[in-house]
C-alpha cells in the first residue's frame, strides 16, 4: 500500500554510495524533494582506504568518505533513509518505489545500486581482507603494490586482463584459478607468457598470513606465497530494479544510459558501478551530479 502521508518526491535515489549521495548533495541543493534509500551495503563500505580519490593525499577509507558525504548532505537539509527497496513499478504521477509492502511515490527515479563483487569461500580470505591485502581494483591500488608478488584469482577473460594491467606496476606476478579443473584458453596463456605472468593451476584451498607473507594452499600442488591477492572474478550490477520498469540492460547486466544517464525508462536514471564504464569512485560521483542536474533540468 501507499502510505496516506507519504508526500510525493521529487526524486527518490535508491542507494547511498558515492554516485547516491553525490546526486542526493546536488539536488538537495537545487531544493528538490528527495529521498535516499540506503540498504547498507554500499560497495565502498567495503573499501579499507583508498589511495585514488583526488584530494585526500593521505587516501581515504571507503566509511569515512561516505560518512563526509552524508555530513555534507545533512548541511544541506538532506538525509538518508534505512531502508531497502524491494520493487519498482510505473503510476500515473512517475513512479512506486518499493519498500517491503509500502510504496513511495516519486516523479524520478535514480537509482545508484551499484555491483555486487563475485566472491568464493576461502578459508582465511576474510582475515585477509580484513587487513587490506585482498583487493579487487587493481586501478585503485596497482600504484601502492609496485613491485610486489601479486596473485590475481581467476582464470576468465577478465581475469587475465586484470592480470595485464597489474603487469605494468610489477613483474611479479601469477594467476591463480579457483578450481583445480579451472582451464586457461591458447589466447590467455599466450598473453600471459608474453608478458612473463606465472599460471599456477591447481585449484585454491586456503589462505594464510605468516608475517608480511600470504601463504595461498593449493588444492593440487605447493602453496604460493605472495605480498597481495587481487580478485579478479568480476561482478553483477544491481539491476533488479531497472528491469522491473523494462529499462534496457547490456549483455553484461549493466543498465543502458545516455548522455544525462537516464535509461531507456523515461524518468527513471542511474548512475555509478550499475551503469557501464569505469568503476570507479570519482566516475560514480560525476554521473551522480550528471543524473541530479538533468533530474532537476526536467522537473
Not at 608478488?149 to 595485464?164: D, F, K, M, W
Request: aromatic share 4%.
Amino acid at each position: 500500500m501507499t502510505p496516506s502521508d507519504a508526500p510525493l518526491m521529487d526524486c527518490v535515489i535508491v542507494g547511498a554510495g558515492p554516485a547516491g549521495l553525490a546526486a542526493a548533495l546536488y539536488l538537495a541543493r537545487f531544493h528538490r524533494r528527495i529521498r535516499v534509500l540506503d540498504s547498507g551495503d554500499a560497495r565502498a563500505l567495503r573499501i579499507p582506504r583508498s589511495h585514488n580519490v583526488p584530494g585526500f593525499p593521505d587516501g581515504i577509507a571507503g566509511p569515512e568518505l561516505l560518512a563526509r558525504l552524508r555530513a555534507q548532505l545533512l548541511r544541506h537539509g538532506g538525509a538518508v533513509t534505512a531502508a531497502r527497496a524491494t520493487g519498482l513499478s510505473r503510476d500515473e504521477r512517475g513512479f512506486l518505489v518499493h519498500v517491503g509492502g509500502l510504496r513511495w511515490p516519486a516523479r524520478r527515479v535514480l537509482l545508484a545500486t551499484g555491483a555486487r563483487d563475485r566472491e568464493i569461500d576461502l578459508p582465511g580470505l576474510r582475515a585477509v581482507r580484513a587487513i587490506g591485502l585482498l583487493r579487487e581494483c587493481p586501478i585503485c591500488d596497482g600504484h601502492e603494490h609496485r613491485g610486489r608478488r601479486i596473485g590475481v584469482i581467476g582464470s576468465s577473460p577478465h581475469a587475465v586482463r586484470e592480470a595485464l594491467f597489474l603487469r605494468h606496476f610489477s613483474e611479479h606476478l601469477q594467476l591463480l584459478p579457483v578450481r583445480p579443473d579451472d582451464v586457461l584458453g591458447r589466447e590467455g596463456h599466450e598473453a600471459l607468457q608474453a608478458r612473463g605472468i606465472g599460471w599456477r593451476p591447481g585449484g585454491l584451498a586456503g589462505v594464510e598470513h605468516r608475517g608480511s607473507v600470504l601463504r595461498v594452499h593449493r588444492v593440487v600442488g605447493d602453496p604460493v606465497e605472495v605480498d597481495v591477492l587481487y580478485a579478479a572474478l568480476g561482478c553483477q550490477p544491481a539491476a533488479d530494479l531497472g528491469r522491473a520498469v523494462q529499462a534496457r540492460c547490456e549483455a553484461g547486466g549493466n543498465l543502458v544510459i545516455d548522455g544525462h544517464c537516464q535509461t531507456t525508462c523515461p524518468g527513471l536514471f542511474a548512475a555509478g558501478d550499475v551503469t557501464s564504464g569505469l568503476d570507479q569512485i570519482v566516475v560514480a560521483m560525476a554521473q551522480g551530479a550528471v543524473a541530479a542536474t538533468a533530474i532537476h533540468n526536467s522537473l
